[in-house]
């Protein structure tokens, strides 16, 4: 018979609970968080309640806002769907993808956050839209209609990627999206806007869309709660593109390019945080990747989120970018913008401002069109709506001027900060093999000081 010696049992038992502990804490520490993503089709910042347009109801919404971080400054990379899509399904600039055209897909030898986040075990999943066919078929998972099936069929035992891509508030509208609807008589007008009634029911259908998306937001939250996700889970909700009205969606004006975005993230994002800081929306996929633990893919460049999440004050950026290649029509453009300025780059000022076929379509046009048709349309309506030549370039300051109606280009007050701004987004293109040729100062050694002229498309 084999005599146990006692204190060999003991010293067993104590590396097999030290191996244990060991592999718990392991096992704890590298627990990656599950990732949701509730992407809305375009949508201006300004159209939830809880950025200040309270004539929208977004109760789930609002609620996910006061648990997380508000961002009241965050950028698309493109307002247009598909390169918008494709530059956070990628972390590359639309020009560099082979998708800055509406309906052209990401080029398949550039690598997806998809494929890299299944590399690392992740399961991903992806609920109707997503605009990119190619990295569509990467999804593990595809859904269209009930949400409870990704929560019923995702394995349990690893974390996931879950894409919600509602195709709301996108047009056609029509009435009965949400019961009650919202009041034609309560909705906020646009400046850039004609207050007419039929502008004020496209105002209505669009806010009754935005509540159906917040309804089926709230329940994937739901969901999360009751499978017991909600502690490990970051929530993120943005959308693709400012609102499909004109001077909106396709545009590089506020209501084109400055989306909602909405990170939550228990013991991590500091609930409650607003910030008036800008950010990318090519930040997002950089983000994700670190906190799962992924390698970043090649030329991605946006920035991580998570030390500011974290808490820390110091802006993520200087500048961001955005441009509009084709949509419908050629209107090509290029932004930088700043917490200040936004300077906008016209490449084809030739033309008054085109419009994508759902707008130009849109009962909000009809109403601006009309008016101009009789002469009563507003001057700073008509002016920027239907006046050919544009300028080349145009500059905002956005505190002060947060419409963009002021165009401060060729004032000689401002000369330095165009030269400036001009340098900066030439850098940024020719840095990012853009195929639209950058503003002539941004070349080395060209003394732009020499070479400055008033900056009015007339003169061209
Ligand atoms: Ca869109």
Same mark, same amino acid.
């Given at each position: 018979?084999?005599?146990?010696?006692?204190?060999?049992?003991?010293?067993?038992? !104590?590396?097999?609970?030290?191996?244990?502990?060991?592999?718990?804490?392991? %096992?704890?520490?590298?627990?990656?968080?599950?990732?949701?993503?509730?992407?809305?089709?375009?949508?201006?910042?300004?159209?939830?309640?809880?950025?200040?347009?309270?004539?929208?109801?977004?109760?789930?919404?609002?609620?996910?806002?006061?648990?997380?971080?508000?961002? @009241?400054?965050?950028?698309?990379? %493109?307002?247009?769907?598909?390169?918008?899509?494709?530059?956070?399904?990628?972390?590359?600039?639309?020009?560099?993808? #082979?998708?800055?055209?509406?309906?052209?897909?990401? =080029?398949?030898?550039?690598?997806?956050?998809?494929?890299?986040?299944?590399?690392?075990?992740?399961?991903?999943?992806?609920?109707?839209?997503?605009?990119?066919?190619?990295?569509?078929?990467?999804?593990?998972?595809? #859904?269209?209609?009930?949400?409870?099936?990704?929560?019923?069929?995702?394995?349990?035992? $690893?974390?996931?990627?879950?894409?919600?891509?509602?195709?709301?508030?996108?047009?056609?509208?029509?009435?009965?999206?949400?019961?009650?609807?919202?009041?034609?008589?309560?909705?906020?007008?646009?400046?850039?806007?004609?207050?007419?009634?039929?502008?004020?029911?496209?105002?209505?259908?669009?806010?009754?869309?935005?509540?159906?998306?917040?309804?089926?937001?709230?329940?994937?939250?739901?969901?999360?709660?009751?499978? #017991?996700?909600?502690?490990?889970?970051?929530?993120?909700?943005?959308?693709?593109?400012?609102?499909?009205? +004109?001077?909106?969606?396709?545009?590089?004006?506020?209501?084109?390019?400055?989306?909602?975005?909405?990170?939550?993230?228990?013991? $991590?994002?500091?609930?409650?945080?607003?910030?008036?800081?800008?950010?990318?929306?090519?930040?997002?996929?950089?983000?994700? =990747?670190?906190?799962?633990?992924?390698?970043?893919?090649?030329?991605?460049?946006?920035?991580?989120?998570?030390?500011?999440?974290?808490?820390?004050?110091?802006?993520?950026?200087?500048?961001?970018?955005?441009?509009?290649? /084709?949509?419908?029509?050629?209107?090509?453009?290029?932004?930088?913008?700043?917490? !200040?300025?936004?300077?906008?780059?016209?490449?084809?000022?030739?033309?008054?401002?085109?419009? @994508? =076929?759902?707008?130009?379509?849109?009962?909000?046009?009809?109403?601006?069109?009309?008016?101009?048709?009789?002469?009563?349309?507003? +001057?700073?309506?008509?002016? /920027?709506?239907? !006046?050919? +030549?544009?300028?080349?370039?145009?500059?905002?300051?956005?505190? !002060?001027?947060?419409?963009?109606?002021?165009?401060?280009?060729?004032? +000689?007050?401002?000369?330095?900060?165009?030269?400036?701004?001009?340098?900066?987004?030439?850098? /940024?293109?020719? @840095?990012?093999?853009?195929?639209?040729?950058?503003?002539?100062?941004?070349?080395? #050694?060209?003394?732009?000081?020499?070479?400055?002229?008033?900056?009015?498309?007339?003169?061209?």
């Amino acid at each position: 018979m084999k005599i146990i010696n006692p204190i060999k049992l003991l010293i067993q038992v !104590k590396i097999s609970l030290l191996v244990w502990v060991l592999l718990s804490i392991k %096992s704890l520490a590298v627990t990656p968080p599950n990732i949701v993503f509730l992407f809305s089709d375009d949508q201006t910042a300004a159209d939830l309640a809880c950025y200040g347009n309270k004539a929208v109801r977004t109760p789930n919404l609002d609620k996910l806002a006061a648990q997380g971080v508000r961002f @009241t400054r965050a950028y698309v990379a %493109s307002p247009q769907c598909s390169p918008s899509r494709g530059a956070i399904l990628t972390g590359r600039v639309p020009h560099t993808t #082979g998708s800055s055209r509406l309906h052209m897909d990401v =080029l398949p030898e550039f690598p997806s956050i998809v494929e890299a986040l299944k590399k690392q075990g992740y399961f991903t999943g992806a609920y109707r839209k997503v605009h990119q066919k190619g990295i569509e078929q990467q999804f593990d998972f595809r #859904g269209d209609k009930d949400l409870t099936t990704f929560f019923n069929q995702r394995p349990k035992d $690893k974390p996931f990627f879950l894409w919600f891509g509602s195709t709301d508030p996108h047009r056609p509208y029509k009435a009965g999206a949400v019961n009650p609807p919202h009041d034609p008589k309560k909705v906020r007008v646009p400046d850039f806007l004609a207050d007419t009634p039929g502008t004020r029911q496209d105002l209505a259908y669009y806010y009754d869309y935005i509540t159906r998306f917040d309804q089926e937001c709230g329940e994937i939250l739901a969901l999360l709660e009751k499978q #017991g996700l909600t502690g490990n889970t970051i929530v993120v909700m943005s959308s693709d593109n400012g609102m499909p009205f +004109p001077r909106a969606k396709g545009t590089l004006y506020e209501a084109g390019v400055n989306v909602p975005l909405l990170i939550k993230w228990p013991g $991590k994002a500091q609930a409650g945080r607003v910030s008036t800081d800008i950010v990318s929306l090519m930040d997002l996929p950089v983000t994700w =990747l670190e906190a799962a633990g992924v390698p970043l893919l090649p030329r991605m460049t946006g920035k991580s989120l998570i030390p500011y999440l974290e808490g820390d004050t110091q802006p993520v950026h200087e500048y961001v970018f955005t441009e509009r290649n /084709w949509h419908d029509n050629w209107e090509p453009s290029r932004a930088v913008i700043s917490k !200040k300025y936004k300077l906008i780059q016209n490449f084809r000022p030739e033309v008054a401002p085109l419009f @994508t =076929l759902d707008r130009l379509t849109s009962p909000a046009f009809q109403a601006i069109d009309s008016l101009h048709k009789i002469g009563k349309l507003a +001057p700073n309506l008509q002016q /920027w709506y239907f !006046k050919a +030549p544009r300028p080349v370039v145009e500059l905002y300051d956005l505190e !002060k001027d947060p419409g963009e109606w002021h165009n401060l280009a060729a004032d +000689p007050a401002y000369k330095q900060i165009v030269l400036d701004y001009q340098k900066i987004l030439g850098d /940024w293109m020719n @840095t990012t093999h853009d195929f639209l040729p950058a503003p002539r100062n941004s070349f080395p #050694g060209y003394n732009y000081n020499d070479v400055y002229e008033p900056l009015n498309a007339e003169k061209l």
